[in-house]
């Protein structure tokens, strides 16, 4: 699986970004002035312009290698986004992409930190630790920073899950964000993220994030995940220049259309 | 910037319907679109960004 590559730093870009969603719409104005819309969803196209600057000669030789691998814009690949939340459905925790162990409730509409109703108390009935985690299609070996809001009545932990990386976190009467960075199987061509509750335990969760860096950014709710598997560089050329030694800036733009 | 991200793609783009107050007057408007299929984000900084939205009311 070719994969775009991360910074030494662990993020995928530098500030700023820039993000373009583009999604066709037919449209027929008839006569009389009225207008029929039609949504052509396989016509959506979304782009990332990443800009870098101060690269090492060691980050601008990855850069260069995956642009030789990609073959410019010949060949797709996986881009998780620098600017989203790698979880599908992360206020839904009731959606099939999320696995919940078999003796793990779930409730919805719980207050949230944000001041919304978008929290979920989750109670483990079983006799051991219940997990509720969603697999994302991305390289094991890449740094990621899983972090959650949580929140119990009574107080207890909760182990925070990056692949085979485990992290225990205390959990207390008030929201209290917990984030926990990791790497994974560098083998792997995809990664499980997650929470597990202890017995008995019941905790409320809210905000639950994966992103593609070395720490937690302002929690996004999601819906379609930032994973783009078949993304593509849009050009077939890749500039830099050498500010100093060691010292290169690039952009880099890339696109992904799910009918390509 | 999340949440504008997210509101054009539930419309998507200019297809999607939705009801806008006017911020001049508060009239609410019931019936009303994207002007584009485009939207441009930026992020200049953690928690900083600039992006634009036309709204246009739908006729007939």
Redesign the interface.
Known sequence: MLVYPQLTTGALSQFPIEKRWRQRTVVNTAADGSVIKLADPNGALTEWQLQYAGLSDGELAALQQFFAAAEGTLNGFTFLDPAGNLFAWSDHLENVVWDLGSFLAKTGGVADPAGGTNGWLLTNSGTGAQSITQTLAAPGGYVFCLSAWVQAATATTVTMLIGANRSPRPVQAGWNRIPFTESGDATAASIELGLEIPAGAAINVYGLQAEAQAAPSKYKASTTGGVYAGARLRDDALTFTTEDVNDHSATVNILYASHL | ???I??F???N????GSFAFTDPWDGTVHPDC?LAS???????????RGTTSLTVVE???
Do not use: Y
């Open positions: 910037m999340a949440a991200e997210q054009f793609a539930d998507q783009g200019q297809f679109s299929d485009e939207l441009d984000l930026t992020w200049q900084a953690e928690m739908n006729r007939g």
